[in-house]
């Protein structure tokens, strides 16, 4: 091989070769040797794949198609609500979502870099002039190669920053060159929420397109203060970014206005007790929730549940079966009904207005009185009556013929019979096996479905009925 003579290197350059050379224990001009040895047996790359010494997060360049998982580029602002943010990062990633950390100066005053990325399984970004990502240009990188960009706490600073186009940290340069949707979850103290140049500064972000959730209201981290300011939930924003991050789905109920009735009642005996049975709600919620995702616009009376109201819901919390009544009477029109609510067929008469209290006279009598049929009620409406009235059926023997019975007595359009026996883990439970009745020209129709999660029985019910609706447009679905 011909003897090298490698002049004009720069200093950074030469000082990098005697470096590697003495690192490998060899002489300079032998380390250049092996370099370009390497180089002719590993042709340099195509700007397409840039080799493997430069691509330190080579996962990260992979289109997302390849990739297969939503990302999120997550910028943990510099506020006390930081530490919600390692919460967060958990709740993406439980959703299935890729999380990349970026920490500003302040939020390391909270968290550490090294719980961000252990969380996240990747590096957490620090350093607007980071040697290792600046190469090429990572402020651009973060903030492209991603879906999303979530800044949670999104604190005051960050946000009059943002409002303003400052790019003098990661953070704020990431924001500011951007071409991805950007929510913010602010968190501040109530008197900077409310400031008028916070105002001002979130306005302008809202027309500028950014979205935003929360804050919520509530007590703040300084003792004795209380008000709008604290950072939504983690699972409030996870569920929030799941939304942006979802492809634009098929909405078949735009437009069409859907009332559900879900959970039990419960029928007060005096003051502290009351008569109940073992609904969840959760059938009924999982409904909710799909025909909201179908673009419908959708109000759900519940009783007492131990269940998050579905986003994007109207919920309407009610205690009795009167009560439930009267929310759905007040809720008219509307296009569907669906009515999944365990009512209590009968109230106390004799409603004590204190405690009722052992006596020597022996026990209490209850006397007992029917409740009103709030889905028959409903049916048997003349005018306003909703276009397709949907009713449930929980039995506990003879399923399809109890279930015809109450499709003729209640005079719905559709029935969902489901077997609630202790033995099937219906009530309660998360998975349910439904028949659907339907009538077609004076016949019914039974249609048994496979055990399925409520939630795949709520998309499945909410398809029928798109579907009825493509086939009848107009017309009254039965
Ligand atoms: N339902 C109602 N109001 C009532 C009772 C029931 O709206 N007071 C509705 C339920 O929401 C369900 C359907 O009627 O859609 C059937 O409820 P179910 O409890 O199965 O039947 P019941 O009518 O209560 O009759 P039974 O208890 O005799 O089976």
């Not at 409904?287 to 909201?292: F, T, Y």
Request: glycine share 6%.
């Amino acid at each position: 091989m011909a003897s090298l003579t490698i002049r004009k290197l720069d200093d950074a350059i030469r000082d990098e070769l005697r470096l590697r050379a003495a690192r490998n224990g060899r002489s300079v001009e032998d380390e250049v040797r092996v370099i370009l040895r390497e180089a002719a047996h590993h042709p340099p790359p195509t700007a397409a794949t840039p080799p493997a010494a430069f691509q330190p997060e080579a996962a990260d360049r992979r289109p997302r198609a390849a990739h297969g998982l939503p990302r999120v580029t997550l910028i943990i602002g510099g506020g006390i609500a930081a530490y919600k943010a390692l919460d967060l990062i958990r709740r993406l990633k439980e959703r299935q979502i890729h999380v990349r950390c970026v920490l500003t100066r302040a939020a390391q005053q909270f968290v550490t870099p090294l719980s961000a990325s252990a969380l996240s399984n990747e590096r957490a970004y620090t350093d607007l002039f980071d040697p290792s990502s600046e190469f090429d240009a990572g402020h651009i990188r973060l903030g492209r190669d991603c879906d999303l960009i979530v800044v949670a706490p999104a604190t005051a600073d960050l946000i009059a920053k943002m409002a303003q186009g400052h790019a003098d940290d990661l953070a704020s340069a990431i924001l500011l060159a951007a071409n991805r949707p950007i929510l913010l979850a602010p968190a501040m103290n109530p008197l900077m929420w409310n400031n008028a140049a916070t105002r001002r500064n979130v306005a302008q972000l809202e027309r500028d397109g950014v979205a935003l959730i929360g804050p919520n209201a509530g007590e703040m981290a300084e003792a004795n203060e209380a008000g709008v300011g604290r950072m939504a939930e983690p699972t409030e924003i996870a569920i929030a970014a799941e939304e942006f991050l979802r492809p634009p789905q098929p909405r078949p109920l735009a437009g069409k206005r859907v009332l559900i009735t879900a959970g039990p009642t419960h029928e007060p005996i005096d003051p502290v007790r009351y008569i109940a049975n073992r609904s969840s709600g959760k059938q009924g919620f999982a409904i909710a929730a799909a025909a909201q995702a179908a673009g419908a616009d959708v109000i759900l009376v519940s009783g007492p549940v131990d269940l998050d109201d579905p986003a994007g819901v109207a919920v309407k919390h009610v205690e009795s079966a009167r009560d439930m009544l009267r929310q759905v009477e007040a809720s008219l029109p509307v296009d569907i009904a669906i009515f999944a609510a365990a009512v209590a067929d009968w109230r106390v008469v004799n409603e004590g207005e204190q405690k009722l209290k052992k006596t020597s006279a022996g026990m209490p009598p209850l006397q007992l009185v029917e409740n009103p049929d709030i889905l028959a009620t409903i049916s048997k409406l003349g005018d306003g009556r909703p276009p397709l009235v949907i009713g449930f059926a929980a039995e506990t023997e003879h399923l399809i013929d109890n279930a015809r019975a109450k499709l003729a007595r209640k005079g719905c359009d559709w029935i969902v019979a489901n077997d609630v026996s202790p033995a099937t883990g219906v009530m309660g439970g998360d998975r349910n096996t439904v028949h659907l009745l339907t009538r077609d020209a004076g016949e019914i129709n039974v249609d048994s479905w496979p055990v399925m999660s409520k939630e795949q029985v709520a998309t499945e019910l909410v398809a029928r009925i798109a579907d009825s609706l493509m086939a009848k447009p107009g017309e009254k679905t039965s």
